[in-house]
Antibody, heavy 123, light 108 residues
Framework: QVQLVESGGGVVQPGTSLRLSCAAS????????MHWVRQAPGKGLEWVAA?????????YYADSVKGRFTVSRDNSKNTLYLQVNSLRDEDTAVYYC???????????????WGQGTLLTVSS | EIVMTQSPATLSVSPGERATLSCRAS??????LAWYQQKPGQAPRLLIY???TRATGIPARFSGSGSGTEFTLTISSLQSEDFAVYYC??????????FGQGTEVEIK
């Protein structure tokens, strides 16, 4: 069965960096577009980043994280990453990885989600 | 960027009653609209995609309708496990893929 397991969250100070990971199993990871979506405490869902399948050349970012966050993937390890730099208080959130349901396009919903990893930015 | 607006913010419903949730897009998304359910401490779960197609394993009491800019999620007879927050999301014009702010369905 499809499984997505995030890790790497924690408590960090403003201005620092961290790398979040999402280990995928139960499907052909390299064939799917993958997303990061975050949720601040008590708030709604916010799309953060997306990376295309295969070599992950195509990447997209929310304006709120552009220039600070970098999405990548290692298809040999079935793992998705989110490098988060220059962290701010407002980056505090649960970060979810999610699989786009289409093999071919981003014009599709996310059909599987991980349980999330909590990143807290606080001095 | 397409802005998604959900209403109401909170819906109070008694078990067994019907719940109707609305989602409006700032411009047409055709039928590229999904609904997700999220319970406290859990990840979102895909309920509906293509505005009206139930995802695998979703009970028939959940139905979606609409196209263009106006969409509705209906839960025909609320069960105890349906009390949750519901989000709509458009996936037509990206990036960004945008979500509504959510509707909380609470027990009346």
């Amino acid at each position: 069965q499809v499984q997505l397991v995030e890790s790497g969250g924690g408590v960090v100070q403003p201005g620092t960096s961290l790398r979040l990971s999402c280990a995928a199993s139960g499907f052909t990871f390299s064939s799917y577009v993958m997303h990061w979506v975050r949720q601040a405490p008590g708030k709604g869902l916010e799309w953060v980043a997306a990376i295309w399948f295969e070599d992950g050349t195509n990447k997209y970012y929310a304006d709120s994280v552009k220039g600070r966050f970098t999405v990548s993937r290692d298809n040999s390890k079935n793992t998705l990453y989110l490098q988060v730099n220059s962290l701010r208080d407002e980056d505090t959130a649960v970060y979810y990885c999610a699989r786009c349901s289409s093999h071919l396009t981003g014009t599709a919903p996310s059909d599987y989600w991980g349980q999330g990893t909590l990143l807290t930015v606080s001095s | 960027e397409i802005v998604m607006t959900q209403s109401p913010a909170t819906l109070s419903v008694s078990p067994g009653e019907r719940a109707t949730l609305s989602c409006r897009a700032s411009q047409s998304v055709s039928s590229n609209l999904a609904w997700y359910q999220q319970k406290p401490g859990q990840a979102p779960r895909l309920l509906i995609y293509g505005a009206s197609t139930r995802a695998t394993g979703i009970p028939a009491r959940f139905s979606g309708s609409g196209s263009g800019t106006e969409f509705t999620l209906t839960i025909s007879s609320l069960q105890s496990e349906d009390f949750a927050v519901y989000y709509c999301q458009q996936y037509k014009n990206w990036p960004p893929w945008t979500f509504g702010q959510g509707t909380e369905v609470e027990i009346k």
